[in-house]
């Protein structure tokens, strides 16, 4: 993979319009676009077209979650739209995953399903809030071995647990992190993050980076910037 093909933007914009035209200006550094609930509630396909528009590959973030024939139908929605990655929920369980991935194989799609396993926005005191009892890292490598276990190809996980997780699943397999911040930078809503050299060099596959780009004073420039970085920790 180019450094290109490991950046990815989040286009949290409101509007197609605004999407198209914060792609448009880093897409010479940025290979994948990923689209939102946000942006996808409101704009549906013509959102994933985007990447096709811009050349791109897309990843529809629509963190599927409910039951196996749902997500088996929602699976043949992405693939039908052009999706090129895909987000389901570890935690759906065995059969939800194995519905996802028997889709995938049926519909002979070039998609990879990536399995979330532990918000970057959670800490211990959030998942104990949830009846969890074990911290991010933990439950984040049960969650993992579950996803595996069903044929799930790829994984979401924080920097802090990317390493480890490496270890787990092996060199193919795709992990993707997400809470991607330069360094120094503001953290937002995100417990646990980390720096893209930090991540590449622990093993992801790809980063996830939204707010660090969207809201530079030069996106283009922020954009080129990680991907040099990227390039240079490989």
């Known amino acids: 993979m180019s450094s290109r093909d490991r950046l990815a933007f989040a286009l949290d914009y409101p509007t197609l319009v605004e999407a198209k035209r914060g792609a448009a200006l880093v897409c010479e550094s ?32 629509l963190k599927l979650h409910d039951i196996p024939k749902t997500v088996d139908r929602a699976v043949a929605s992405a693939t039908a739209v052009g999706a090129r990655f895909l987000t389901v929920h ?11 991935r028997e889709r995938v194989d049926r519909e002979g799609a070039k998609l990879t399903l990536l399995a979330v396993t532990v918000l970057t926005s959670l800490d211990n005191a959030d998942l104990t809030a949830v009846g969890v009892g074990d911290p991010p890292g933990p439950q984040a490598r049960r969650l993992a071995e579950l996803a ?19 270890q787990v699943v092996g060199p193919d397999a795709v992990l993707v992190t997400p809470g991607i911040r330069l360094g120094g930078g503001n953290t937002d809503d995100q417990k646990r993050t980390g720096t893209p050299a930090g991540a590449i060099t622990a093993g992801s ?17 922020a954009a080129r910037a990680i991907a040099q970085e990227i390039a240079r920790a490989t």
């Open 148 to 166: 595996v276990a069903s044929g799930i190809g790829g994984l979401v996980c924080s920097t802090a647990e990317v390493a480890a997780l490496r």
């Open 205 to 221: 596959s790809m980063l996830v980076v939204g707010r660090p780009i969207r809201d530079a004073e030069d996106p283009a420039a």
């Open 30 to 61: 940025v290979g994948v676009l990923k689209v939102g609930l946000e942006l996808f509630i409101r704009e549906g396909p013509a959102a994933v077209k985007l990447g096709e528009e811009l050349g791109c590959d897309v990843f529809l973030d």
């Open 90 to 100: 570890a935690g759906g369980g065995p059969a939800m995953l194995a519905a996802a």
